[in-house]
């Protein structure tokens, strides 16, 4: 996804919480879910900007020869502009542009094999 040409805010706004557990049913799985989209959308971003500095990149490294590049200088300001993938995160999942599933019944099973499991193991501790 382009980025470069969302919606989101550049700076942090007050958010209704209410919103954020509206397709979940508990925040703490909302919140998650934004957590894990913005890493994503970072580490896209971070490539993005390492794949653009790498064009200035210069074989060189003496310290004489250090100076400024324009270029160099315009796609780091470009980058740092952009809105903080936390933003932008949160800015899709309000929008439902985050597709996401929920697993809850099979660790609800996994649960209960577990304790049934250890009442066997109890039962048997107990006979001997």
Do not use: W
Request: hydrophobic residues 25%; charged residues 40%; glycine residues 2%.
């Amino acid at each position: 996804m382009d980025y470069k040409k969302t919606n989101a805010p550049v700076t942090t706004i007050p958010r209704n919480l209410a919103n954020f557990d509206s397709d979940t049913g508990n925040l703490y799985h909302s919140i998650v879910i934004c957590s894990k989209m913005a890493d994503k959308i970072n580490d896209e971003i971070r490539q993005e900007l390492y794949q653009k500095l790498e064009e200035f990149a210069t074989l060189n490294d003496n310290l004489e020869e250090i100076h400024e590049n324009r270029e160099q200088i315009e796609v780091s300001r470009y980058f740092e502009r952009l809105p903080k993938p936390t933003l932008i995160a949160i800015e899709e999942y309000l929008d439902k542009k985050v597709y996401f599933t929920k697993y809850e019944k099979e660790e609800e099973e996994e649960e209960e094999k577990g304790k049934k499991e250890e009442v066997k193991e109890q039962k048997k501790d107990s006979k001997e």
